[in-house]
């Protein structure tokens, strides 16, 4: 089974393509592995260094509803029609997949299936998805700081999804939760500065 990022060169880079992209287009080549790709992908975008604005509610959204299915079990997962149709730019896609192929790379380089029974088992795939799920919706608070380190949970989980990499998921996991705790500990910053700001003006108004 060929690499992710060689796949997705591949496929973007390397044949021909429509100047527009559907999702449905892009999980032709998934597989067995389709809940850790869409997980891969659709984190991808907020998970970048320099991540492209708009992305993280939709994706939130959706990731969620994916997140839902793995905690029931679901072997495959179902997504609208209309999400499966939407459709994206090329140029688009191709940039972020070029600025995500290098960070596959790095994580291809370690991973191997070890600790499968953590990508596998329902006990371990529930836990997986509540952590994505709960990452999911700090992803689509529109508050600055609380999406992208919870992408970069979901990204690297949902990479050792794909390879049945329990040591990377696990790691993946360790994100979520500092992600989780940054982003708590940003609304409640934000939840008593607002506060505290509205008091202020209330004693000046006075």
Do not use: H
């Not at 730019?89 to 191709?94: A, D, G, H, N």
């Not at 991973?111 to 994505?132: E, H, K, M, Q």
């Not at 505290?196 to 006075?206: C, E, G, P, T």
């Amino acid at each position: 089974m060929a690499r992710l990022s060689v796949e997705l060169q591949r496929y973007f880079f390397e044949e021909d393509r429509q100047p527009q992209v559907r999702l449905a287009d892009i999980l032709s080549f998934a597989g067995e592995r389709i809940f850790g790709f869409l997980f891969v992908i659709l984190s991808l975008p907020s998970a970048l260094p320099v991540p492209a604005p708009g992305y993280s509610i939709p994706f939130g959204i959706v990731m969620l509803i994916l997140a839902f299915q793995l905690i029931i079990g679901a072997k495959r997962p179902w997504l609208p029609q209309k999400v499966m149709n939407g459709r994206m730019k090329l140029e688009t896609v191709q940039g972020l997949v070029k600025g995500g192929i290098p960070w596959l790379k790095k994580i291809e380089a370690i991973a191997r299936p070890r600790l499968a029974y953590i990508c596998t088992s329902l006990t371990g795939r529930v836990v997986i998805g509540v952590a994505i799920a709960l990452m999911s919706i700090s992803m689509m608070i529109p508050i600055p700081g609380t999406n992208t380190l919870p992408a970069i949970g979901i990204f690297v989980t949902g990479f050792g999804l794909i390879e049945d990499d329990g040591a990377i998921s696990l790691a993946g996991l360790v994100i979520c939760l500092l992600g989780g705790i940054l982003s708590i500990s940003i609304l409640l910053a934000v939840w008593f500065g607002g506060a505290s700001l509205l008091d202020w003006i209330k004693d000046v108004l006075r």
